[in-house]
């Protein structure tokens, strides 16, 4: 079964620095693509980073140059460095992965961490 947890989260001045931990059980991690998102209140989640088995990471505009999603296979964990946060980052971060979980194969999620970016 697989099972991610995150961590990390809290709040942060606008132009600070966060970094995400999400740490990965129950999965050959090295052969997963792991992916973060994030949601707001009312609002779709959307995709902010992903990090294939090979290390090609992609992020959505908006962070682009700010994020950095990284993995370590040894530890089974995958990052998100957030640097230069901005009020309108703050939002519900969540790892994903597409595995076998909730007894089907789909998309798997952690139970998130606030990260809020106020002064």
């Known amino acids: 079964q697989v099972r991610l947890v995150e961590s990390g989260g809290g709040l942060v001045q606008p132009g600070g620095s966060l970094r995400l931990s999400c740490a990965a059980s129950?999965?050959?991690?090295?052969?997963?693509?792991m992916n973060w998102y994030r949601q707001v209140p009312g609002k779709q989640r959307d995709l902010v980073a992903r990090?294939?088995?090979?290390?090609?990471?992609t992020y959505t505009d908006s962070v682009k140059g700010r994020f950095t999603i990284s993995r370590d296979n040894a530890e089974n964990t995958v990052y998100l460095q957030m640097n230069s946060l901005r009020p309108e980052d703050t939002a519900v971060y969540y790892c994903?992965?597409?595995?076998?979980?909730?007894?089907?194969?789909?998309?798997?999620w952690g139970q998130g961490t606030q990260v809020t970016v106020s002064s």
């Open positions: 129950g999965i050959p991690f090295s052969s997963y693509i």
């Open positions: 994903n992965t597409f595995a076998f979980c909730d007894g089907r194969l789909g998309d798997c």
């Open positions: 990090i294939t088995r090979t290390g090609t990471t």
